[in-house]
């Protein structure tokens, strides 16, 4: 906390300064888009002055400035609706200035000659064609009387104005224009397109100021809104395939500006489930680095650390990592090998972070069983940049931007990372004689990260939408204290991943639009575990088995994956939306290597790295053939349907069939061969709203998994040092997973505040769950579970949004799950928090700073029951809080931002669980208090 | 004023699911007559649960659980010859309390039960001469030499019947540590013969029957007819039940002075790292 006071007091230096400057200025952010026909806000605070009247003046590309006041709401914030007519595509320029009692304008925000711009996502042609009043109307309209005009208002219904004799075409930019319709406008050198039919007349140029064009009446169209922004470069952003899972939930990263609020959108009315969404702005209000920092503050999630280093995302009360399906941009994070996810991501180049709870819908495939979890990269034009540092040596820098070159767009991000990583002591670890002093040892949470991706899409009228995207990530670290028991700081952990996707999409029109996409992901991993310390000896008496690096392990992996996917989202009779469509994957492990520098059973110091002898590989079938769970070919076919037969009532229906390449063995657990195993998903969901501001939702999920690579087939030499840890089951079948969640949202004015809540109750059941649980204190093989497992409980949301920048928001969630496998007296599981809460407000200090706060609440958790040996390898975590405490600055100079992110700034100790706690009572400790620095720039 | 008081109200609503936790409970007795007594603790002395005299030294619990093992046995078809309980089954842990002492006094079911915890159906089969001592072997291999400490001692040390006699020399190297194994007064001589020369019937947890604790030589035993497996039948087949009720019926649960005792030759050890009295 020491070194935070200079920061903040520094930030809050610069902050003045910007604040001292003399000139008067509008404090806001446009968004880059805006939806199309709906009225559009303009609202921020105002310094300086002071001014008669301040005026948001607007025009559409190549047409004259309108004028709007904007009224004095309370304190310094002022506010103006721009009517819906007024916002049609392409999109609008504003900017803002204020006008003395002298009549003497002063820019505020952007100026007539650099507008601010804002698209406006739809097409004006299927306005016209929608308009139900059609040419007759807007012939109507023009014989009405013409009204006056007052100041600050306009006149929608004035015919448009015509075009002076003489007047010159108006240029305006290329990106205003849909270049794939050649019959729109011609191209213009110099990347502008003269647009011969669209004629005005500048303010500025003539002094003074003509009526505005007219707009077309806009009728909210019945179907669903379109996503907030199109696979497509029509709306101006650089095209990217989306995945069915953004394009449910697109609609919940928008956030709307703050304000009176009293309907919630119709997508939100119209869904079945209940995601939850993290844009951009709520992740730096959360005070947040990484995605699962951010995950621990979703309702229903709980986040921790093991003993490795992994983050671990429990969801309802279950933990386990190939059930939480991690998708950056669409691609499948998590490996194929043990279900972990290279998912620690920094937050700073994510647009937003997409939660779903449950099985999502039919068109996600196989994997999202607990949760699926969808991070989304910045895709709108412009530059970022961000740079942080702060505490144990910790820096990193990110980068990202995209750019539309008419047809052609590029994307592109980076983040590099590098920490030396927090140390804190390990009391004690499986090395430590019972009694005595321990060994002198603390935690290592060394990292560097290396992120790129790069894409680039070819837009064309006739074949559609053409894309190829790359991504490289490279993680080198330590392990957090070990592999299992003991602390090991030598051990290194690399894990590399290239992903590469090419994709195609095309409109159909009125039919709706087809896709598909092509895909390539290799992902290895090499870990050197140091299982003992340096200078270890297992006998006293005997010098062969001494190991002056500690006894070491090493392991391996590499998977890849080929995979092909296509779908049709097509727009049926009877206001029915079906997306149907197939996909395909072959995965396999290209390579793997279990080393070790020691002999299983004598212990002998075997002087290198090599193979332990009789330990047959998950590639190998102990027969001089290829293992078969090595392999896997998939096969999903998937339908989904969303009939809305009245506006208060959709019902979406969905069916998924998979059939996935499973190994099968024997009694004994050799391998026999292999079987196309079928598996089976339906949903079924309805969002009944009887009021604008009031939805209820309810839906039925299934979805299956199959076991993992480790899980099938790992092994592990049957040595001293390796009691206790898992082994792989040949045997082990796959699970199922049965969700029935009900839900209620709530939108309601609060004054001028926004207040929306949320609450969901669910109840799943697990039919042959896979866990792994200690039986014996040996090699532990995962099972299934045949009763079952199942979780019940409810998640609650409250958001309260003041102004832009003053919001409090608070979330809880309560969950009891259980193993129905275990007698009753031990069926709860409880290494999970049952109660959640996160709550935390964001407040201006003055007209350019923020103060966001954040605290988190966890509660007790103790050890499962399943079997013996864990009852009687008892620990209790204490619950605990922790509070997270930004300054932040508003936007400085149109290109800046600077924060001080102070975590845990209370110094709440707190730990995570350990597979052996008997042996590691002082489980995993977690992080004191993080202080950083960050400095943001965007063009 | 009212929004804010709105959302007090849910702060306050939300507190109330703190109430809502629930956990299993670690104090149920496992048994339904936890405080019946089963035997005595022999007057003036003490038996030592802790890890080191559990998996390093002969153990009374463990001791007198193997004995129970061949007295199931005793009256059935196929007697054994002896049986053997590895030290990792004797926990000093509970359920509710660590006990790495027992004194001097009644020993009741429940705490019985807690210290045999893993409830093992017990299973007798037939083994070749050749398996015996290379089991007990393994039993050994891992025990320390004197004078380095007892870390972490291998739950795999095995306690005996009153039939066996095995002496033990740490200063050799593993696997050939076993310098004198009896059973019944039979001698065992290495590397042992087939089953067809030499059989000997033997009764254990069906966990280490199965390979666990790194018995890889007994894994199929139990599954091969030829060896004549069978699970106990008496007292539901589960080694802490039998031993229960062999207790309550022995001598050691007529009077504390004939209580029970550790019996400190079945075992005898040269050269080892000898485990002191722990702590309670």
New interface residues.
């Given amino acids: 906390m020491r070194s935070a006071l200079p920061i903040a007091l520094g930030l809050a230096l610069v902050a003045r300064a910007a604040a001292a400057d003399p000139r008067s200025t509008f404090l806001y952010t446009p968004p880059v888009e805006a939806p199309m026909g709906q009225p559009f806000k303009v609202e921020g605070n105002l310094s300086g002055g002071p001014f008669a009247k301040v005026l948001v003046k607007v025009r559409g590309p190549g047409e004259a400035y309108e004028e709007y006041e904007l009224a004095l709401q309370y304190g310094d914030l002022y506010r103006a609706t721009l009517p819906a007519s007024r916002m049609v595509p392409p999109g609008i320029e504003l900017y803002v200035e204020g006008v003395t009692a002298a009549g003497k304008a002063t820019p505020l925000f952007a100026t007539a000659s650099r507008p601010a711009r804002v698209i406006i996502v739809g097409d004006s042609t299927d306005v016209a064609e929608k308009n139900p009043y059609g040419d007759a109307a807007e012939k109507a309209d023009k014989k009405k009387p013409k009204c006056k005009p007052k100041k600050g208002k306009k006149c929608p219904e004035e015919p448009p104005p015509e075009k002076p004799a003489g007047e010159p075409e108006e240029k305006i930019p290329s990106e205003w224009v849909d270049t794939s319709d050649s019959t729109a406008a011609d191209k213009a050198s110099g990347g502008e397109v003269v647009a011969a039919k669209v004629v005005a007349e500048r303010s500025t140029e003539k002094g003074t100021e003509k009526p505005p064009p007219e707009r077309p009446p806009v009728e909210k169209p019945l179907e669903k809104p379109q996503p907030e922004r199109p696979p497509t470069a029509e709306g101006g952003a650089p095209p990217r395939e989306r995945t069915a899972l953004d394009e449910e939930l697109a609609v919940y990263g928008a956030e709307a500006p703050s304000g009176f609020a009293q309907k919630l959108d119709e997508r939100t009315r119209t869904t079945v489930l209940s995601p939850v969404v993290l844009s951009a702005a709520h992740l730096r209000q959360l005070g947040v680095r990484y995605v699962h920092e951010a995950l621990d503050l979703v309702p229903g999630l709980a986040v921790s650390r093991d003993v490795q280093g992994f983050y671990r995302v429990g969801v309802r009360g279950l933990r386990s990592a190939p059930e939480v399906l991690f998708l950056l941009d669409g691609q499948r994070l998590n490996h194929f090998y043990d279900g972990q996810a290279l998912a620690t991501l920094p937050v700073d180049n994510l647009e937003r972070i997409e939660i779903l709870r449950g099985p999502a819908t039919a068109e996600v495939g196989l994997g999202n069983f607990l949760a699926v979890v969808n991070l989304v990269t910045h895709s709108e034009e412009g530059l970022r940049g961000s740079f942080t540092g702060g505490s144990f040596e910790a820096f990193d820098g990110h980068l990202s931007g995209a750019k539309k070159l008419g047809p052609v767009s590029l994307h592109g991000d980076a983040d590099v990372v590098n920490q030396y990583g927090y140390r804190k002591s390990v009391t004690k670890d499986?090395?430590d004689?019972?009694?005595g002093t321990p060994r002198a040892h603390s935690t290592l949470d060394n990292r560097f990260l290396l992120n790129v991706g790069l894409g680039v899409s070819l837009d064309t009228a006739s074949a559609g939408a053409f894309g190829v995207s790359g991504r490289f990530m490279l993680e080198n670290r330590s392990a957090l204290i070990g592999l299992f028991d003991v602390v090991g700081n030598d051990s290194r952990l690399r894990w590399q991943s290239i992903d590469v996707a090419l994709t195609w999409s095309k409109p159909l029109g009125e039919l709706g639009a087809v896709s598909a996409r092509l895909f390539f992901d290799q992902q290895d991993t090499n870990r050197l575990w140091q299982l003992t310390p340096d200078g270890y000896q297992v006998?006293?008496?005997?010098p062969d088995t001494l190991f002056p690096d500690g006894i070491l392990e090493q392991v391996t992996v590499g998977a890849r994956t080929f995979g092909l996917s296509g779908r049709a989202d097509l727009k049926l009779p009877a206001r029915n939306q079906l997306a149907v469509g197939l996909d395909a994957q072959l995965q396999s492990i290209s390579s793997y290597a279990y080393l070790a520098n020691y002999v299983p059973g004598?212990n002998v110091n075997a002087g290198s790295l090599v193979r332990p002898d009789g330990l047959r590989y998950p590639t190998e079938n102990g027969q001089g053939g290829r293992g078969p769970a090595a392999d896997r070919f998939s096969f999903g076919l998937f339908g989904s349907d969303t009939w809305t037969p009245l506006d208060a009532l959709s019902i979406q229906a969905g069916l998924r069939l998979d059939f996935t390449q499973l190994p099968t063995a024997d009694a004994a657990g050799a391998w026999t061969g292999g079987a196309l195993v079928p598996s089976f998903g339906p949903r079924l969901g309805l969002a009944v709203t009887p009021f604008s501001n009031l939805v209820f939702r309810g839906h039925y999920g299934r979805a299956w998994r199959a076991p993992t690579v480790q899980e099938l087939a790992e092994t592990i030499p049957?040595s001293?040092s390796n009691q206790g840890r898992a082994i792989g089951n040949p045997q082990l079948q796959g699970s199922y997973v049965d969700l029935v969640e009900g839900g209620v949202e709530y939108l309601q004015g609060?004054?001028d505040?926004k207040?929306q809540l949320k609450a969901n109750a669910f109840f799943e059941r697990i039919s042959n769950a896979i866990a792994l649980i200690d039986t014996?204190?040996?090699l532990v093989p995962y099972s299934n579970r045949p009763i079952g497992v199942q979780s019940w409980g409810f998640e609650?949301e409250?958001r309260?949004e003041v102004t832009r920048r003053g919001v409090?928001w608070?979330n809880?969630a309560?969950q009891?799950a259980e193993d129905l496998g275990t007698p009753a007296?031990?069926?709860?599981l409880?290494d999970v928090p049952?109660?959640r809460?996160n709550?935390g407000f964001s407040l201006p200090v003055g007209p350019y700073l923020n103060l966001d706060l954040v605290v988190r609440y966890h509660?007790?958790r103790?050890n499962?029951?399943r079997s013996?040996l864990e009852?009687?390898?008892?620990y209790t975590l204490p619950a605990y809080t922790t509070v997270t405490a930004q300054l932040r600055t508003e936007p400085l100079f149109d290109h800046l931002e600077l924060g001080v992110l102070g975590q845990n700034v209370f110094t709440f100790d707190y730990i995570d669980d350990v597979p052996r706690p008997?042996r590691m009572p002082g489980g995993v400790p977690r992080e004191s208090v993080l202080v950083f620095g960050t400095i943001r720039v965007f063009f | 004023m009212a929004r804010w008081l709105f959302f007090t109200a849910i702060l306050a609503g939300a507190s109330t699911l703190t109430g809502c936790i629930a956990y299993n409970d670690t104090c149920q007795p496992l048994v339904d007559n936890p405080n019946e007594r089963v035997a005595f603790v022999a007057k003036g002395t003490e038996i030592w649960l802790d890890r080191p005299n559990a998996r390093h030294a002969n153990n009374a619990i463990g001791q007198h659980a193997a004995d129970s093992f061949v007295w199931v046995y005793r009256d059935g078809d196929r007697p054994v010859d002896f049986a053997v309980v590895n030290g990792g089954a004797i926990r000093a842990e509970g359920l509710c309390v660590t006990r790495n002492i027992l004194r001097e006094g009644p020993l009741t079911n429940g705490t019985l039960h807690e210290i045999l915890l893993f409830e093992n159906p017990v299973i007798a089969v037939d083994l070749s001469e050749a398996q015996v001592v290379e089991m007990f072997e393994h039993s050994v291999e891992r025990l320390f030499a004197a004078p380095a400490p007892i870390v972490s001692p291998a739950g795999q040390f095995l306690q005996v019947s009153a039939e066996v006699s095995l002496d033990v020399d740490c200063a050799q190297p593993a696997g050939s540590r076993v310098t004198a194994l009896r059973i019944k007064g039979q001698s065992l001589q290495k590397p042992g013969r087939p089953i067809e020369q030499a059989k000997f019937r033997a009764a254990m947890s069906s966990f280490i029957v199965k390979g666990g604790d790194g018995y890889t030589m007994l894994a199929g035993t139990s599954t091969d007819p030829t060896r004549n497996p069978e699970q106990a039948k008496r007292f539901g087949g589960i080694d802490s039940n039998i031993a229960g009720e062999y207790l309550k019926q022995s001598p050691y649960n007529q009077t504390v002075e004939n209580g029970m005792r550790v019996d400190p030759m079945r075992i005898r050890f040269t050269n080892c790292s000898t485990p002191t009295r722990p702590a309670n």
């Fill in positions: 499986g090395l004689p019972p009694t006998t006293a008496s005997n004598t049957n001293d609060v004054g505040a207040l014996t204190g040996n609650g409250a309260l409090a608070l809880a309560w009891r007296s031990g069926r709860l409880t049952q109660v809460f709550g509660s007790e103790r499962n029951s013996v009852q009687i390898r008892r008997d």
